[in-house]
């Protein structure tokens, strides 16, 4: 292998060339590479922090579905027990109002009973005083007629 001043001027041309790359173009590229890799991790840091926020932000919606589940249980028990309560009072209400409306037709049957009996009293005595001046063919007078009925009525 010969030497001669073509391979010389190559080698110097390489050499020139390796290092013209290590002092401008390698520098620019293994900050480029640096920064790349830079980037990778932190986007694999974000991942694996988002991923931990998403367990936990998991984690905590399943606990507030949980306290959730058991504040409607609470709400709907109350609302029931409220029910029952607002029944109960319905039919106490219902029971007083029905003793109210008997006593009340009592009271009226009672003074329906008495106004019949006055009724029955009054014919019963003009009968009864038809029948005496039917009996005694003369008619008597309506002041002693008045005193009679009286008598009459009260001992009936």
Not at 36 to 56: M, N, V
């Amino acid at each position: 292998m010969n030497i001669n001043a073509t391979f010389l001027g190559q080698m110097i041309a390489m050499a020139f060339f390796l290092w013209f790359c290590s002092k401008y173009v390698w520098p620019p590229f293994m900050r480029i590479m640096d920064e790349r890799k830079k980037k990778i991790a932190d986007g694999l840091e974000a991942a694996a922090r988002s991923q931990k926020d998403l367990e936990l932000a998991q984690a905590k919606s399943t606990e507030q579905l949980k306290e959730a589940k058991t504040d409607a249980a609470a709400i709907i028990d109350q609302a029931n027990k409220r029910a029952a309560q607002i029944v109960d009072e319905a039919k106490e209400q219902a029971r007083e109002e029905g003793k109210r409306i008997i006593a009340g037709a009592n009271a009226e049957i009672e003074q329906e009973v008495n106004r019949a009996k006055e009724a029955l009293r009054s014919q019963v005595s003009a009968i009864a005083i038809a029948g005496a001046e039917k009996i005694l063919e003369d008619s008597i007078d309506q002041a002693a007629n008045e005193d009679m009925l009286s008598k009459l009525a009260s001992e009936l």
